[in-house]
């Protein structure tokens, strides 16, 4: 799997996506109609638009310390991610992960894994010390995804952008000590 960084120029001051990329997008967030479906962030999960997925994208870049991820295999787009290297509330220390979705066609393959352990090792290289992200409560299959990548609730709130009820979680990302504490050696 490659990832590679989508340009935050890309969709800035309306400039498009290059055609071919939007359409992969586009069948990226269409194959998630169950996801989208849950959330209401497209008006007829049945039919999610190209110009609608280059808006969602436009969104999310919006953020100064927005990035999104591209993740290939073989050549095909299987999975997006979009991280936040400063939350929006100045109290909140850690980075975000507001999206990751990997294409319907390719779940189980370990794709949605691997981008998560991209990500977690660019904020743990960058030396920050937790990640953050908030899964809606409707949603217990990422409930349950999040956790098994060993991510815990912190708390339970309304996401910022449209009032839903979500858990947020957090995985502490710095390496934990392989010297346990004990006394200290006297030689």
């Not at 960084?5 to 992969?24: I, V, W």
């Not at 295999?73 to 991280?83: D, I, K, M, Q, Y």
């Not at 220390?93 to 660019?122: I, K, S």
């Not at 992200?133 to 098994?148: D, G, H, Q, R, S």
Request: proline content about 11%.
């Amino acid at each position: 799997m490659i990832v590679e960084t989508l340009a935050p120029r890309a969709l800035e001051d309306g400039t498009a996506l290059p055609g071919p990329l939007l359409t992969e997008l586009t069948a990226l967030y269409a194959s998630n109609h169950a996801f989208h479906q849950l959330s209401g962030d497209f008006p007829d999960p049945d039919d999610v638009r190209p110009e609608q997925v280059a808006a969602a994208l436009a969104e999310e870049l919006a953020q100064p310390s927005a990035e999104v991820l591209l993740a290939r295999s073989e050549g095909r787009l299987v999975a997006v991610a979009v991280t936040l290297a400063l939350h929006p509330d100045p109290a909140d220390p850690d980075p975000w992960l507001g999206l990751l979705m990997v294409h319907a066609d390719e779940r189980r393959a370990g794709f949605g894994r691997r981008l998560a352990g991209h990500v977690e090792d660019g904020f743990r290289a960058a030396g920050r010390a937790g990640l953050r992200l908030a899964v809606l409560e409707n949603n217990p299959a990422a409930l349950a995804f999040w956790t098994a990548l060993g991510y815990e609730e912190t708390a339970r709130r309304p996401d910022l952008a449209h009032g839903r009820p979500c858990v947020v979680l957090r995985k502490a990302l710095q390496e934990p000590s392989r010297n346990p504490p004990g006394p200290p050696v006297i030689p």
